[in-house]
């Protein structure tokens, strides 16, 4: 299954609202998470099966969708959120990985 | 505190050898399922190779198959991935991950650090 991500970056500023797409070649139901990465940094899993937020991940953070089209939204973008966000989906072997979109600042 | 330290990873030629191991602590390392998920240089994360929590289930990459093996070692909470027949191709940062679940397929919620695996002549 391939998962495109876009946009590819993403120019904001603080306190903007960033809507973050991934979308499936066929339908992974529910099954998609969400990981942020910042340099020099493992990913950190953000939501799991589309609109659960991990534990510690504030509020700010939701996703949405199923089947092929999947959101991930930022309700106010703090300094701290400016990363490469990347989708994955679980809904069968090989698990993959979409190619990230970069939220930076505007 | 849930910790995941890989190390193993270094420089080595191209058909060479090398051995990860990935140390955890902080959760009963038995009952969950671990992968090796890599990233090359600049590059988008890639899932090598996964080991059901009973270790009666694995999964290989298409690219990794039949030169990497995963074992696991619960008396000693650690997580391996031998890699035969290295090729300039492998060359990343190896990230083992956890996960709670493995079917239909696993996410990861922790994640170690990564060790760098640098296959070049």
């Known amino acids: 299954i391939v998962l495109t991500q876009s946009p590819a970056t993403l120019s904001l500023s603080p306190g903007e609202r960033a809507t973050l797409s991934c979308r499936a070649s066929?339908?992974?139901?529910?099954?998609l998470a969400w990981y942020q990465q910042k340099p020099g940094q493992a990913p950190r899993l953000l939501i799991y099966d589309a609109s659960n937020r991990a534990t510690g991940i504030p509020a700010r953070f939701s996703g949405s969708g199923s089947g092929t089209d999947f959101t991930l939204t930022i309700s106010s973008l703090e300094p701290e959120d400016f990363a490469v966000y990347y989708c994955q989906q679980r809904r069968n072997w090989p698990l993959t990985f979409g190619g990230g979109t970069k939220v930076e600042f505007k | 505190e849930v910790q995941l330290l890989e190390s193993g990873g270094g420089l080595v030629q191209p058909g060479g050898s090398l051995r990860l191991s990935c140390v955890v602590s902080?959760?009963?390392?038995?009952?969950?399922?671990m992968t090796w998920v890599r990233q090359a240089p600049g590059k988008g994360l890639e899932c090598v190779s996964g080991l059901s929590s009973s270790g009666d289930s694995t999964y290989y990459a298409d690219s990794v198959k039949g030169r990497f093996t995963i074992s696991r070692d619960n008396s000693k909470n650690t997580l391996f991935l031998q890699m035969n027949s290295l090729r300039a191709e492998d060359t990343a940062i190896y990230y083992c991950?956890?996960?709670?679940?493995?079917?239909?397929?696993?996410?990861?919620?922790?994640w170690g650090q990564g060790t760098l695996v640098t296959v070049s002549s």
């Open positions: 066929q339908s992974v139901s529910g099954y």
């Open positions: 991950a956890r996960s709670s679940l493995w079917n239909p397929a696993p996410n990861f919620d922790n």
């Open positions: 902080g959760f009963t390392f038995s009952t969950y399922a």
